[in-house]
């Protein structure tokens, strides 16, 4: 099953995907005024890591703002293009990008595997103490294994994120849009429903639904 996409290329971004996201980048610097950033948290995809590049380059060259990548917010099977040195790659899962073989059975693609793998995302947010936190992934993965819900392009969602006995939850808090290709989501981990300070951002790197089976 997703033969086709097992061998999927790693593209880059068009000039047109470069201009959203500049755009995006301008609405992130209003969006995101008065709020520290405390770390971006990036796809190994390389259309994700440009995106955060053009869209964030003001959070991590201006304010310092350190950029992961991880392989709990990608999509495909491509090796690790490490061509993009401010990025940190020391802590990308060395199973992955294998999606056959049992060690990763994380990443497999199938309708179990992605909801897994979507859970163990979210609670890799949630155990996090770093504050505010901007993820950049994928649309299809972000749907189909995290929020359960379409995005539309550049969509920016608040959220608050809560465990309960069956894992955590995302729950919807705020929204608000604009017209450009990427999708830009903001968590808010609480517990017990008591405030917390712990922010996740999540930013849509390409529209990819084809990729995952409906939930």
Same mark, same amino acid.
């Given at each position: ?10 593209? $880059? ?17 209003? +969006? ?20 955060? %590049? ?9 304010? $310092? !703002? ?40 994380? +990443?497999? +693609? ?11 995302? !979210? ?11 901007? !993820? ?9 294994? !995290? ?8 969509? +920016? ?33 609480? %517990? ?24």
């Amino acid at each position: 099953m997703f033969e086709e996409h097992k061998t999927t290329h790693d593209p $880059g971004l068009t000039s047109e995907g470069i201009t959203q996201c500049l755009e995006l980048r301008e609405h992130l610097k209003i +969006y995101l005024n008065r709020r520290n950033v405390n770390r971006i948290i990036v796809s190994p995809m390389r259309r994700a890591m440009e995106t955060a %590049l053009h869209a964030m380059d003001w959070l991590i060259k201006d304010e $310092g !703002v350190p950029i992961e990548a991880s392989a709990l917010w990608q999509v495909e099977e491509i090796k690790v293009d490490k061509s993009f040195h401010c990025i940190d790659f020391s802590k990308i899962d060395p199973t992955w990008p294998d999606k056959t073989s049992p060690e990763p059975e994380l +990443y497999h +693609y199938s309708r179990q595997s992605i909801l897994q793998w979507g859970q163990k995302a !979210v609670e890799d947010l949630y155990d996090r103490d770093e504050g505010l936190l901007i !993820v950049v992934s994928h649309n299809g993965f972000l749907r189909t294994g !995290v929020i359960g819900r379409w995005t539309a392009n550049a969509d +920016y969602r608040l959220y608050s994120l809560e465990r309960d006995e069956s894992g955590v939850r995302c729950k919807l808090i705020e929204e608000e849009g604009m017209e450009a290709a990427w999708s830009f989501v903001v968590w808010q981990p609480a %517990l017990s429903g008591q405030e917390s300070d712990h922010q996740l951002g999540m930013v849509r790197a390409s529209s990819l639904d084809i990729l995952f089976p409906h939930v």
